[in-house]
């Protein structure tokens, strides 16, 4: 086997070995998209926020509920901005 000959299998080794590879990645990508699809069809469970009395007072101070609701109303745009990706 000369030098021409072994050089010539190794680039179709190497060209083959790519295909594979790249083949394979772009399967892998098909699948995870689709059971991100599927998965993403359930709906999430409901934000459901603790009354007053549940949160621990270490401090004595209370949580002011405006920003209980900010965080509430901040917490369901996010997860609106999930579903529509």
Known sequence: MTIFEMLQQSAILTIVGM??????????????????????????DKVTVPSQNVLPHTTGETVNPEIVAAITVAVREYQKAGKEQ
């Open 19 to 44: 295909v594979v590879v790249f083949t394979f990645l772009w399967f892998m990508t098909i699948c995870i998209s689709l059971l991100g699809k599927i998965i993403g069809t359930t709906e999430p």
